[in-house]
């Protein structure tokens, strides 16, 4: 795996795990996707286009849908979503854009930590799922300051193993700037004050994403406190923090954990990290 730039204490960058040697984010500070409101398949079987085949080299030259990839054939997500189902991979998988009959990505099986990729799954339709996924559809200086923070692709069903399904998911209010853990029956559980992204670099809103990985970089000047990484990035700026981690948006401790006062990462107490720490991956992140 390539190494990444290390970032400073206000961005995401990348270390190495010296345990693992693995390179690590690290934080600091074309069609649009379909409704998927529910999870009830909206087409036929006959309306539904089948998976076409993809072969082993054609899947391997596919650009992964990684953290800091760039691909153009995903659908930007504009919305925000209450209901998804988390899933692993069997092997590598190809991603599909909206016509589902062109591979426009893959995402592997093992993640940038070299554990099982989480996979999170908004709506299924016969052999496909609709799937968020870690990387950008466009990047924010072609896009005048307003790209996609969140995207999504099918991808075929029989590569997913299904996991269980988290109970909770994580609100940020940017209005309120606190961060808070709401039950699937919509009872908030915890709330805590946060720290978000000032005017020049926000924190992207009117979206969801989800609990992508978690690591501990003390030289991030996070301590000991889990950096909680989410698959959502900057919508204004490319890299909003410097480095090339893709403008990624992560739920961290910081001193300064109130304000508008971060690079759009969300800054949170220790008792704040602690508590989305002790959430599942694959947990649902909306911003609002």
């Known amino acids: 795996m390539p190494y990444l730039k290390t970032w400073t204490t206000v961005g995401i960058a990348a270390v190495v795990v010296a345990a693992a040697a693995i390179a690590v984010p690290v934080l600091t500070g074309g069609d649009a996707v379909p409704s998927a409101a529910d999870r009830t398949p909206t087409a036929t079987a006959s309306t539904m286009p089948s998976v076409p085949d993809v072969d082993a080299t054609a899947l391997a030259a596919l650009p992964e849908a990684r953290y800091s990839a760039v691909v153009g054939g995903l659908l930007p997500v504009d919305r925000t979503v209450s209901s998804a ?17 062109h591979p426009v990505a893959r995402f592997a099986a093992a993640d940038f930590l070299g554990q099982p990729t989480t996979v999170v799954g908004l709506r299924h339709e016969g052999a496909w799922e609709l799937v968020l996924t870690p990387a950008r559809q466009e990047l924010p200086s072609a896009a005048d300051g307003h790209a996609a923070a969140q995207t999504a692709a099918w991808v075929p069903r029989d590569t997913l193993v299904q996991q269980a399904t988290p109970t909770s998911h994580v609100v940020i209010s940017t209005a309120d700037q606190t961060v808070s853990i709401v039950s699937s029956s919509g009872q908030v559980s915890r709330s805590f004050p946060a720290g978000i992204g000032t005017s020049d670099t926000p924190t992207p809103t009117g979206v969801t994403g989800y609990l992508e990985q978690r690591y501990v970089d003390p030289a991030q000047g996070t301590g000991d406190h889990p950096i909680q990484l989410t698959s959502l990035h900057s919508s204004a700026a490319d890299e909003p923090y410097g480095g090339s981690d893709g403008g990624l948006i992560g739920l961290h401790w910081n001193a300064a954990a109130a304000g508008a006062v971060s690079h759009g990462c969300v800054r949170l107490s220790s008792d704040g990290v602690a508590a989305i720490d002790a959430l599942p991956l694959g947990t649902l992140v909306t911003v609002e």
């Open 85 to 101: 189902e988390v899933f692993r991979l069997r092997a590598d998988a190809p991603l599909f854009g909206s016509d589902r009959q």
